[in-house]
C-alpha cells in the first residue's frame, strides 16, 4: 500500500520520504512503539471517536453523518505527514474503527484495530525494510 500511495503522491508532487530509522537500535524501537504504536492510537481514538464522533451524534448527526465527518477531520490531519495519496486511503480506512466505536458502543475494537495496524506499519515494515 505504501509503493501505492508513494506513486499517487508522486503524481501529484509530493515525495515521502519513508521511515528512516532502524528496529535494530532499542532507543528508537521503544520510542516508536511507546509513540506510534501505543500513545497515537489510544490518543487518537480517545479524542476523534471517542469525543468528537460522541459530540457529532449527541448533536443529532446520524452515524452516517457523523462518521463521514469524524474520518475526513481524521484523515486531514495527517494530509502533511501522508501527502493526498495517503489522506485518500486513511480515508477509506478511518471509516472501519468509527464503525467499530458505533457498532459496540466502546473503543477496545477501534483502539486495538489502531495499535496492529500501526504495529505493522511502524516495526513489521521496516524491519522487513
Do not use: C
Not at 87 to 96: C, D, R, Y
Not at 115 to 121: E, P, Q, R, S
Request: aromatic fraction near 10%; avoid cysteine; charge should be neutral.
Amino acid at each position: 500500500m505504501y509503493q501505492l500511495i508513494a506513486r499517487v503522491n508522486a503524481v501529484l508532487g509530493v515525495q515521502l520520504s519513508g521511515l528512516a530509522y532502524s528496529v535494530d537500535d532499542p532507543i528508537a524501537l521503544f520510542a516508536v512503539v511507546a509513540g506510534a504504536v501505543v500513545l497515537a492510537p489510544v490518543t487518537e481514538e480517545v479524542l476523534y471517536r471517542g469525543l468528537v464522533l460522541k459530540a457529532f451524534t449527541d448533536r443529532g448527526f446520524g452515524s452516517v453523518g457523523a462518521t463521514v465527518l469524524i474520518t475526513a477531520l481524521f484523515a486531514v490531519i495527517h494530509l502533511p505527514n501522508f501527502g493526498v495519496g495517503g489522506t485518500v486511503f486513511i480515508s477509506a480506512w478511518g471509516v472501519l474503527p468509527a464503525v467499530l466505536r458505533l457498532r459496540y458502543d466502546n473503543l477496545t475494537g477501534a483502539v486495538a484495530m489502531r495499535v496492529l495496524n500501526n504495529l505493522f506499519a511502524y516495526v513489521v515494515v521496516v524491519a522487513l525494510g
